[in-house]
């Protein structure tokens, strides 16, 4: 066993919708050699269950991988309701263990979400908070859905992703926030490439010393 497969290393990723968590969270995953989960899917599976008339709570406590890899994961109907899903407490707490049990694996992992600096992994070494205007955003999804063919509108793409910020901003439990020791990265004006640059750069020093720690 090599001293990269033996560390432990967590880099923990939040912010709003399509800010470029996704994105940023994978380029350190490919270029660290870490682990990569995207917890918005746990959400979304969930979402998918109840809109097919299961009990939220239930499906979240028997969640099991091979769940998460359905196509309608990305509708607008279930990117809706896994916000609204993500309110309820007995939700979040099924979804904890399966989301710190990731975490801490051998060999390091990275985690994008909501909570991910505040609640799932506050001991992360690396704490990342990707933002960007609401209307950049917007922007962003829309581009998306044209490319793959919907016919959706700005205006509508815009207020979807306004509400969801809102009930991920406002909820009682795990609200979206920076964690307080969170790098702030505001994509905005920045390209794919740049923002992830930062991202690397950010999370260098404490990828090195971890290996030295642990050799
Ligand atoms: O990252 P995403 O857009 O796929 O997330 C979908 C929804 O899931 C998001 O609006 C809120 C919820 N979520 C959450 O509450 N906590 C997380 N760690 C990840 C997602």
Same mark, same amino acid.
């Given at each position: 066993?090599?001293v ?5 290393? @967590? %880099? *923990? ?9 996704? !994105?940023? $969270?994978?380029? =350190? ?15 979304? @599976? %969930? *979402? ?7 009990d939220?709570? !239930?499906? $979240?406590?028997? =969640?099991?991988p ?15 309701? *896994? ?25 390091g ?32 999804r ?65 990828y ?7 050799h």
């Amino acid at each position: 066993m090599s001293v990269y497969d033996s560390i432990r290393f @967590t %880099v *923990a990723i939040d912010g709003p919708a399509a800010a470029g968590k996704g !994105t940023i $969270a994978r380029g =350190l995953a490919d270029h660290f050699g870490l682990a990569y989960l995207d917890t918005g899917l746990l959400y979304r @599976t %969930v *979402a998918a269950k109840a809109l097919g008339g299961h009990d939220p709570i !239930t499906a $979240a406590s028997e =969640l099991i991988p091979s769940d998460m890899t359905s196509q309608t994961l990305r509708s607008p109907q279930v990117t809706q309701m *896994a916000s609204k899903v993500a309110v309820i407490p007995e939700v979040r707490a099924a979804l904890l263990v399966f989301q710190k049990n990731f975490a801490s694996q051998d060999g390091g992992s990275v985690l994008d979400g909501r909570d991910i600096g505040t609640m799932i992994c506050p001991e992360a070494q690396i704490k990342i908070f990707i933002t960007a205007s609401v209307e950049i955003r917007a922007k962003r999804r829309f581009g998306e859905l044209q490319n793959s063919g919907s016919k959706t509108t700005f205006k509508k793409v815009l207020k979807d992703i306004k509400e969801r910020d809102k009930r991920d901003i406002t909820r009682i439990e795990a609200p979206l926030k920076p964690a307080c020791d969170a790098y702030i990265l505001d994509t905005s004006k920045l390209s794919i490439v740049t923002s992830l640059q930062k991202a690397i750069d950010f999370t260098s020093e404490a990828y090195v010393k971890a290996i030295k720690f642990n050799h």
